[in-house]
């Protein structure tokens, strides 16, 4: 008797881009507290560290010495993501981390013709390792600029989410930042769309942030998320212990609100997927 039990085919993971070519406005802190909430709450992560800079391997704890394969060996084609891919202090959270060679890969790839696919290959071939098999989450922390390193994390990406500082020149840029997620849109990716923007380093005792909050949110309507992360020193003391916040101050109000955040980003995926 032919046995007609449907084959579950590997699911890829949801692949977020942290992106905003201006420096310093929370996108890697993002994506070290989004990763580990959503951890935290029975997803399984991996973190792409696609800065030159590795804060992001840095604040999750992984040293320079310890950073074997990087994703610069990935750009490059050397090894698999899931190579490349440690354990982190929190379950369920992995890195990818990066290395100084990144700020040399555009040359290295620069003339090969699938050069902005080189990410998404690789994150399509995870579903083939059996350790990254059941990842349901890929984030890629993205270094400020529009580079073609960012144009690999868009391409490979379901979804961009946006960092904004609440500054005065929060949406400076922004245009910029949307042109080129619509020219990867109707180029190298059509499914690419823009997740949400989550305001950044709100500070309630100074009316510019209120200002700037309100500014955006008329501009952007409900792209904007309802959760807003506070401006906290503790969430910014984590890193120089190579912890997460959540794992350095769980009650502090940062760690609190990367926890909202992780909830509204999964029931934002769960109407996007119920739409596609
Ligand atoms: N909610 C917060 N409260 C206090 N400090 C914060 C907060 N979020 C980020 N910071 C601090 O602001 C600085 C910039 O943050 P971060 O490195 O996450 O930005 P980035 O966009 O990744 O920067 P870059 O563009 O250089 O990669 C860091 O020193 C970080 O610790
Ligand atoms: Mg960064």
């Not at 500054?167 to 180029?187: C, D, Y």
């Amino acid at each position: 008797m032919t046995d007609l039990t449907p084959i579950a085919l590997p699911r890829r993971p949801r692949v977020l881009a942290l992106a905003n070519q201006k420096g310093g406005v929370g996108k890697t802190t993002t994506a070290i507290n989004l990763g580990t909430a959503l951890a935290a709450i029975g997803e399984k992560v991996l973190i792409v560290d696609l800065d030159p800079q590795g804060n992001a391997s840095t604040g999750l704890g992984i040293d320079r010495r310890s950073r074997k394969s990087s994703t610069y060996d990935v750009l490059c084609g050397d090894v698999g993501l899931g190579q490349a891919m440690q354990e982190t202090a929190v379950p369920g959270l992995f890195l990818a981390p990066s290395t100084l060679d990144l700020l040399g890969v555009e040359l290295e790839i620069a003339g090969s013709k699938d050069r902005a696919h080189r990410l998404k290959n690789a994150i399509d071939e995870l579903v083939y390792d059996q350790r990254c098999s059941d990842l349901t989450y890929v984030l890629i922390d993205c270094p400020p600029s529009l580079s073609l390193i960012t144009i690999n994390a868009m391409t490979a990406s379901d979804a961009v989410l946006v960092p904004l500082q609440c500054e005065f020149f929060a949406l400076e840029g922004l245009s910029q930042l949307l042109k080129t997620v619509e020219q990867v849109r109707n180029g190298l990716n059509p499914r690419l769309i823009i997740q949400g923007v989550v305001l950044t380093m709100y500070d309630p005792r100074n009316n510019l942030s209120g200002q700037v909050m309100a500014d955006v949110r008329e501009f952007l309507g409900d792209k904007v998320y309802e959760t807003v992360i506070p401006r906290n020193v503790r969430v910014s003391e984590a890193p120089s212990y190579g912890k997460p916040a959540l794992l350095y101050d769980l009650r502090c109000s940062g760690s609190q609100a990367y926890l909202k955040l992780a909830s509204e980003v999964i029931k934002r995926e769960r109407v996007l997927r119920a739409a596609a």
